[in-house]
């Protein structure tokens, strides 16, 4: 696999990129276009924050920097709102005990669940947690 590979529609955006850190920066250029073009009502921070924070995660500790590994991210429109998606092909983490109180300020993660809270209409993983969806009701 090419280190990013992306491909746009205008109900959606989908991005196979490599576990490199350096990749999140192009997906969220792509992730403002998309919205600039078409998320009308969606808050553009909120789903820029989420996205980094869901591909941080999927790079550090999903793939673990893994050559061959892969991360798929995905946006998609519907009347009601929008949907993304990042998933990796790592082992999955333990969700469940994840809390969406806000860490003490000297941590230096434990974030996630607070974010997604605060900046999205909703979230669930799958059962091995290794598949994110977040959810935004438009304005």
């Known amino acids: 696999m090419d280190g990013f590979e992306v491909s746009r529609a205008p109900e959606g955006l989908e991005v196979f990129l490599a576990p490199k850190l350096r990749y999140i920066d192009e997906a ?39 050559e061959d590994s892969r991360i798929r991210y995905s946006l998609r429109l519907d009347p009601g709102g ?8 790592g082992d999955g983490f333990d969700w469940k005990s994840q809390t969406a109180d806000i860490p003490d300020i000297t941590s230096e993660s434990g974030r996630g669940t607070a974010i997604m809270t605060l900046y999205s209409s909703g979230f669930q993983y799958n059962e091995k947690g290794n598949r994110l969806a977040v959810y935004w009701k438009r304005d």
């Open 28 to 66: 969220g250029r792509e992730t403002e276009r998309f919205l600039a073009e078409n998320g009308a009502g969606i808050d553009a921070f909120g789903v820029l924050l989420i996205m980094r924070e869901a591909l941080t995660n999927a790079v550090l500790y999903g793939s673990r920097h893994e």
């Open 82 to 89: 929008l949907t993304m998606e990042v998933e990796d092909d």
